[in-house]
Structures are given as C-alpha cells and as structure tokens.
C-alpha cells in the first residue's frame, strides 16, 4: 500500500498526453486516478464515475475498490488535475497487516511518514496536527498538515503502516474561474431562495477568496441580520451567517 502513496508526488504530471480544449472524458478521469493509484484498470471493481460540482468547478467523482481497499477521487474535469483523493484500507487488509508485532512509534516519526509520503519535506509543512487514538488493533495516529496548496490526511498505525491517506486541492490552486459574473438578479434570487421569502436592505459587494471571487451579501430578514459568501461565478453558497438585528 505505501507504493500506492508515494506516487503522490507526481500530481502536476497526471493529465500529460491528454487534450484539455474542453472537458475531459469520464474513461479520462478514471485512468488518471487508477494511474494515481498505481493500479490497473483490470484490478479494479465496482467502479463509479460522475460529473458534479465543487465550489462551482465541474468535477468527476470516481470510486472504486481494489484487493487494499476503497479510493475515491475527484478529477478536475478541466485539466484532469486530481482535487482530493481518499483511499480506505479494507478490514482484512488491516488484519493481516496487525497479526505481525508492532513496535512503537511517535508523533514525530508518524508526522515524517505522512509529510514523506506526499512527497514533501517538513520545510514544505505550514500547519500540522499529529493525535494518538486507541483502536481494536491497539492504536494509530490521525496525523493532518498543509503545504499552503493540499490539505493531507493520515492514519498511521503504530508499526509506520498507511492505514487511510488523502488530500484536497485548496480553493487557490484551482485555476481561473469562468469570466462570467452572476446578476443582482440572481444574487437576490439565491438569497431569498436561501432564507425561504423575500429579504430587506440587500446589500453586496465583490471580495476574494484564496484568489477566488466571491460576492459578500448583506440582506435582513424577520428581525434577523444575514451575511451569505457566494462564488460570483456561479453563485454557489459557501457560508452564511446570522445575528439578531440591534433595536
């Protein structure tokens, strides 16, 4: 299963001999995740591949299982950039990796694994939290960090294995948005779709992101003040928030 992992680190290489003008193919998302998965597609079984949306980026879900374990992916259906991979090590794989002796391990050294397996250096790591947690195998650590572009996750047993890994492509490593900007009219439509009935003092400005243009709206509604973060593109939601209107 490390083999799998280590392959991290060639991200920016995964759509070469593609051809993005438009959209990629589903059959392309598929083989750019088995490639990162280091299998063949002759391995795999109950695949699944759909086209979605992430923060208004079209995206191909893909899920399949192989003899380790479950993997899911999301593929940039743009460029076949890979924006989270999460794979799941299945409960017999597991039990034949803890019926050998497990020696101890730290933080510290789970932290290495992890930030090694994605192909970093620690000088790479910006943020990181590395917890112990017990489990019926005896224990594993939850270890997560960020290299200010991907969020990582791990659990590493206490013998050093990969139990699950993953990533997520922040929001400022996706490429430039459509140059389309949504209307008055639509932002007063998803806001009084949000809030179930029409709204009072709308108000919005444009802000950024992580590099992503937003739109910042204000509008009340039955004594309550709102503030809502939509993409400007597509209007996604991305939060709201909400306080009693002062009297």
């Known amino acids: 299963m490390n083999r799998k992992l280590f392959l991290i680190g060639i991200i920016p290489l995964f759509a070469s ?12 998302a598929g083989r750019i995740a088995f490639g990162h998965a280091g299998t063949d ?3 795999v079984r109950g695949l699944e591949t759909r086209l979605g949306r992430k923060a208004g980026y079209p995206v191909y879900e893909v899920e399949f299982r ?7 992916y999301e593929v940039l259906a743009q460029d076949g950039r890979i924006v989270s ?7 017999d794989a597991l039990m034949s990796l803890y019926g050998q002796s497990v020696s101890g391990l730290d933080k510290t050294s789970a932290l290495l694994i992890a ?12 943020s990181r939290k590395v917890e112990y947690e017990k489990d019926r195998n005896g224990g594993h650590y939850d270890v997560e960090f960020s290299d200010g572009t991907y969020k990582w996750d791990f659990e590493i047993g206490a013998d050093g294995k990969i139990l699950e890994g993953g990533y997520e492509l922040k929001s400022k490593g996706l490429p430039s948005m459509s140059s389309r900007t949504i209307s008055r009219t639509d932002v007063e439509r998803i806001v009084t779709d949000l809030l179930g009935g029409p709204v009072s003092d709308l108000s ?6 992580d590099g992503h243009r937003v739109f910042k709206v204000h509008a009340n509604k039955d004594g309550l003040a709102y503030e809502a973060v939509l993409d400007a593109s597509y209007g996604t939601v991305y939060s709201l928030d909400w306080e009693a209107v002062a009297m």
């Open 66 to 72: 192989t003899s380790e374990g479950k993997y899911e």
């Open 115 to 126: 930030v090694e397996s994605a192909g970093l250096g620690m000088d790479d790591v910006v």
């Open 204 to 209: 919005f400005h444009s802000d950024y992101d």
């Open 41 to 43: 597609a002759s391995d």
């Open 85 to 91: 991979f999460e794979f799941d090590m299945d409960d």
């Open 17 to 28: 001999g593609l051809s993005f003008a438009s959209l990629i193919e589903a059959s392309d």
